[in-house]
């Protein structure tokens, strides 16, 4: 069974240094992940001790199974967001159909990664572009922030989308709790007073290394849980309207692993797999970052292994989808952790959690779970896209601004949808309008560059062409037509040159193409030309019998082609 876990790796070899820095970091990881795990099941619409089940095994799991010696699992703010949408279509929030759905949600997310991993799908993540990915966090982040405003002022808000939830708001605002609200923007002042100051006052004070005060200083906002616990408490603000979390059961989640209905699976399986997707491209982002600063790697199809086996731990123990989330995989790298035993030491630290001191956090009021969940989304939103894609990439631009745009209007589902389409048809169109440049040759060597680029020597009745892309079925006419409107234009041609230098494919759409014009070129006297073709290209032409048609010559450099073809003046 060895072979087939990654963790061998760090088990044969583990030492005592590692034992060690592991639970250091694990420490100060359970501290960071006990508010946060509570948070994000009240996010995803859940009970808070399910975010704690959702914490235990998942990280056993993915510690097995996962190639990212610091990633750390569990529930985060996007999928948590994206649980909630998505079984509020299906189940009333605090019904046992809910509970059942989520999990159910986490095995049908975990099914879809396996699967990806087994039939070795890690590229999925290049289908779907940085700006569009950005956009989509951002978008969600605002829908977070301003959905949790609604615990932060004790008021009543309802809605999946940004045009739902500000009218819903704007309506509530006159029954405003002052008491929840107090506790509320303190508790974010505090948040935001640690992230600026506290690390810094660790390193004076306690002569702390930058990495360690960094590390420490991200599991403080657990000193903003104990005090609004102490208000609400020793206050008697319950009895002025303040919400608070109430009875959390004691004990380790249970275990079940039900087959799920037929109909759950059908209204579920969708939206899974999006949240599968998103789940593992914020994942594998994360890990990779991470990975870098210790010059390591980790495997893109072993990930979607490993974050499957997490969300099917997850579902069999009760909880709901979860993926690698940065804020705890930093504060664990930052911290020390050497490897994955961290994650197994966190579990255990979760576990001994929700066995003793659930009690301790009846009087957590939820003002400050929602304080803790908007500052962690804040932190995602990056509208720095829009200027740095307007500046080098309007395509792209205009990607990121539509799913902007279709997330906050109509929520998340519609907006990781409208996510993939976009990234899949901004692939499309860049990949049927690919760069295509004229070349003439740079005199005094043998080099050709770009008309438009460079100061080089022409013929009249040589129309030299580089495709720098592979020739395929979305972008074979677009060449076609280039060819074609330069001799229209240029009635002096005679001869079409096609410098095939960045050409790796030719399918069969482009060798239907190449043929088509090979013969209306010799209709009107004009010959084509391949130069620099490259052996698995030369191969197909061969094999489709162009070669043997072609009106032209083949020619092993372009300038070779050039110098035998130009006109002798």
């Known amino acids: 069974m060895m072979d087939w876990l990654p963790a061998r790796h760090w088990i044969s070899a583990y030492s005592r240094a590692d034992f060690s820095g592991d639970m250091i970091a694990a420490v100060i990881v359970t501290i960071l992940l006990i508010p946060q795990s509570l948070a994000y099941a009240m996010l995803a619409g859940v009970p808070p001790e399910v975010g704690l089940y959702a914490s235990i095994l998942p990280l056993v799991a993915y510690g097995l199974w996962g190639t990212s010696s610091t990633l750390s699992v569990g529930p985060v703010a996007v999928v948590s967001l994206m649980t909630a949408a998505t079984l509020g279509e299906v189940a009333d929030s605090g019904t046992a159909h809910y509970l059942v759905a989520a999990a159910t949600l986490a095995l049908l997310s975990g099914i879809f990664l396996l699967v990806m991993g087994l039939l070795r799908l890690g590229m999925v993540t290049h289908f779907l572009s940085h700006a569009v990915i950005s956009g989509f966090i951002s978008a969600s982040g605002l829908i977070i922030a301003f959905g949790q405003a609604r615990h932060i002022f004790g008021i009543d808000g309802t809605g999946a989308s940004l045009t739902a939830i500000l009218p819903s708001l704007w309506s509530s605002l006159a029954n405003i709790n002052w008491l929840t609200a107090a506790i509320g923007v303190s508790v974010i002042a505090f948040l935001y007073w640690n992230k600026a100051h506290t690390a810094r006052l660790l390193q004076r004070f306690f002569r702390l290394s930058s990495a360690s005060a960094a590390a420490v200083s991200r599991a403080t906002p657990i000193l903003a849980v104990v005090g609004s616990?102490?208000?609400?408490?020793?206050?008697?603000?319950?009895?002025?309207?303040?919400?608070?979390?109430?009875?959390?059961?004691?004990?380790?989640?249970?275990?079940?692993?039900?087959?799920?209905?037929?109909?759950?699976?059908?209204?579920?399986?969708?939206?899974?797999?999006?949240?599968?997707?998103?789940?593992?491209?914020?994942?594998?982002?994360?890990?990779?970052?991470?990975?870098?600063?210790?010059?390591?790697?980790?495997?893109?199809?072993?990930?979607?292994?490993?974050?499957?086996?997490?969300?099917?731990?997850?579902?069999?123990?009760?909880?709901?989808?979860?993926?690698?989330?940065?804020?705890?995989?930093?504060?664990?790298?930052?911290?020390?952790?050497?490897?994955?035993a961290a994650s197994l030491y966190t579990a255990l630290g979760i576990a001994l959690a929700s066995l003793l001191l659930t009690p301790t956090l009846y009087y957590l009021p939820k003002a400050a779970l929602a304080a803790t969940i908007i500052v962690a989304v804040l932190g995602l939103i990056d509208f720095s896209i829009f200027r740095k894609t307007w500046r080098c990439a309007r395509s792209d631009f205009w990607a990121a601004l539509g799913t902007v745009l279709i997330t906050l209007v109509w929520g998340v589902e519609v907006g990781v949808a409208s996510g993939v389409v976009i990234s899949i048809a901004l692939h499309l169109y860049r990949t049927s309008k690919p760069h295509v440049a004229e070349v003439g040759l740079v005199e005094g060597t043998e080099h050709f560059r770009n008309v438009n680029r460079y100061r080089v020597m022409t013929d009249p009745t040589i129309y030299s062409v580089r495709p720098d892309e592979s020739l395929f079925f979305a972008n074979a006419s677009y060449l076609d037509e280039m060819i074609n409107d330069a001799i229209y234009q240029r009635g002096e041609i005679h001869h079409v040159i096609l410098f095939c230098s960045a050409v790796n494919e030719v399918d069969f759409s482009a060798l239907e193409m190449l043929e088509s014009l090979n013969h209306s070129l010799l209709d009107q006297g004009i010959k084509l030309h391949l130069a620099e073709v490259k052996g698995p290209v030369l191969d197909t032409l061969t094999a489709s019998g162009l070669v043997e048609e072609l009106s032209g010559q083949i020619f092993l450099t372009q300038f070779e082609a050039f110098s035998a073809l130009r006109t002798v003046r």
């Open 229 to 340: 616990i102490a208000v609400v408490f020793l206050g008697g603000l319950t009895q002025h309207g303040v919400a608070i979390t109430g009875e959390i059961p004691s004990g380790l989640p249970p275990l079940n692993l039900t087959i799920p209905s037929l109909e759950l699976v059908e209204q579920l399986w969708l939206p899974a797999l999006l949240i599968s997707i998103i789940g593992y491209v914020e994942s594998v982002s994360v890990g990779r970052t991470l990975a870098a600063k210790r010059r390591e790697k980790i495997t893109p199809n072993q990930e979607l292994i490993g974050l499957g086996m997490a969300n099917v731990a997850s579902s069999i123990s009760s909880g709901f989808p979860v993926t690698g989330g940065f804020a705890r995989s930093v504060v664990n790298f930052d911290a020390g952790a050497r490897t994955q």
